[in-house]
């Protein structure tokens, strides 16, 4: 082993014991084998062991010298030999000539929190709302715009591209007593449309929100209830 090394040797064995047991701590010697591992503290999360080579990401750092641009790289996510996705971070070791002589290697498996995570949410929700929440994140491009957009927008901007898509009209051309009788009197088909695509965007889960449609569609809270109870049931029909 690199003698500049030992010290972290023994800087491998204080991190486990700051962190615990769902850190992996590597230490990496440039000089050995292309970067055999010379020291690892709960290896159990990625299944390597002392003398195991470099990975692909420290392969590259050699080959494109990222060490030399900065002293760390942060956050980057790998998938360990059992298929799940390791959050890590990497010191690259150098020397006077600012070449490289070690990786220091730390991965953090975050699955049990994330399990104890679902487990919370199965103990407080309802199974039919894990559903549907799981439905809304895997919305991510609607999901953002909701939190970029306020709810009126939101809702307005859904109503105007549905009733251009159905009737190639375009109500932003419109003044607002116009825009007011189109709405009005739009079809059944159109306006479950929009109910429908609001309802797959979340907005419905925003307080106020059928309030603000009802409004928006020039029509009853009722009637957006009884549309919204439509697109629930043939969504459970699927």
């Not at 953090?108 to 995570?117: A, C, E, G, I, V």
């Not at 109500?171 to 709405?183: G, P």
């Not at 209830?225 to 699927?238: C, G, M």
């Amino acid at each position: 082993m690199n003698p500049k090394l030992k010290p972290y040797c023994i800087l491998v064995d204080f991190l486990d014991k700051m962190l615990g047991s769902n850190y992996e701590i590597v230490l990496h010697d440039l000089s050995i084998n292309n970067g055999e591992i010379v020291k690892i503290a709960n290896g159990e999360i990625t299944g390597r062991k002392v003398g195991g080579s470099l990975t692909e990401y420290g392969k590259k750092c050699i080959e494109n010298k990222i060490y030399l641009e900065k002293d760390y790289d942060l956050n980057y996510h790998v998938k360990n030999k059992f298929d799940k996705i390791i959050r890590t971070c990497a010191l690259f070791i150098k020397d006077d000539n600012n070449e490289l002589e070690g990786l220091l290697v730390i991965s953090f498996d975050d699955s049990k929190f994330l399990n104890l995570n679902e487990s919370l949410l199965r103990l407080i929700h309802p199974k039919e709302v894990l559903e549907e929440r799981k439905k809304i994140e895997n919305h991510n491009s609607e999901a953002i715009e909701v939190i970029n957009e306020s709810l009126n927008d939101v809702i307005i901007s859904t109503i105007n591209d549905i009733f251009i898509q159905d009737t190639n009209v375009d109500l932003k051309n419109e003044s607002n007593e116009i825009r007011k009788e189109l709405i009005t009197y739009m079809s059944t088909q159109t306006r479950y449309n929009i109910i429908k695509d609001l309802e797959e965007k979340g907005i419905f889960f925003i307080k106020g929100a059928v309030n603000e449609v009802a409004n928006q569609l020039y029509c009853s809270v009722p009637s957006v209830y009884r549309y919204l109870t439509i697109v629930k049931e043939e969504k459970n029909e699927q």
